[in-house]
């Protein structure tokens, strides 16, 4: 595995249905992050994982997101409830450690809800 | 945690040095200052990181001063396909942090 992975690339939804996205980290990086785009803007830290915990849960808008982490790899997020406010770009990270180290990105799940 | 200052966007030319300076004033003892490159449709990159003075790769030099309290990203001889949103962000290196990427600085680089 070379690099971050996503999934879905792409992800179509009505509003008020629940949507999973899926990050696969690079293999050994124990830092996972989690971020929103929305079109033309910055990047909105969402949440990090150092290992399958999450110290710092703050960022994420809402009780309608969650996120989880198994085995130290993959991470879903999951949002319930979808709202069209909710439609971002949501991007994964991963680091080798987290203090400061160089963050790798996957390419995105790009999120519309209509 | 450390708060970034970027310009909103620079306009360049093909083949043109371009410097991004980002003010980072409450900058603490401990953090890096670590640049990214987005590209449309894709995640940030990447670029050069450093702790103080100077540092040079082979895609940009970052440049320090002795109050750290700013950095500045020097781009050599841009190209077209230098175009792109650049940030800035500060880390405090302590183990698991929350990061601020802001909205980043928009290059356009002209022909």
């Known amino acids: 595995g070379a690099g971050v992975s996503q999934s879905p690339s792409n992800k179509v939804t009505e509003k008020g249905k629940d949507v999973e996205l899926r990050c696969d980290p690079i293999s050994g990086h124990t830092a996972l992050y989690w971020y929103r785009q929305r079109l033309g803007q910055g990047l909105e830290f969402l949440i990090y994982f150092q290992g399958n915990s999450a110290p710092d849960k703050s960022g994420l808008p809402s009780d309608r997101f969650s996120a989880e982490r198994t085995g130290e790899s993959v991470s879903t997020l999951t949002i319930q409830r979808t709202q069209q406010e909710d439609s971002a770009v949501y991007l994964c990270?991963?680091?080798?450690w987290g203090s400061g180290e160089t963050q790798y990105f996957g390419p995105g799940t790009r999120l519309l809800v209509l | 945690l450390a708060k970034t200052t970027q310009p909103i966007s620079m306009d360049s030319y093909e083949g043109q040095e371009v410097n991004i300076t980002c003010s980072h004033n409450n900058i603490a003892t401990n953090d890096y200052i670590t640049w990214y490159q987005q590209f449309p449709s894709q995640g940030p990159r990447f670029i050069i990181q450093g702790y103080k003075t100077k540092v040079t790769n082979e895609v940009a030099s970052l440049f320090i001063p002795a109050d750290r309290k700013s950095s500045t990203l020097s781009l050599p001889r841009v190209s077209l396909s230098d175009t792109a949103v650049y940030y800035c962000?500060?880390?405090?290196?302590?183990?698991?942090?929350?990061?601020?990427f802001g909205a980043g600085t928009r290059l356009f680089v002209k022909a």
């Open positions: 962000l500060v880390g405090d290196g302590s183990g698991g942090f929350k990061t601020i």
């Open positions: 990270a991963s680091s080798l």
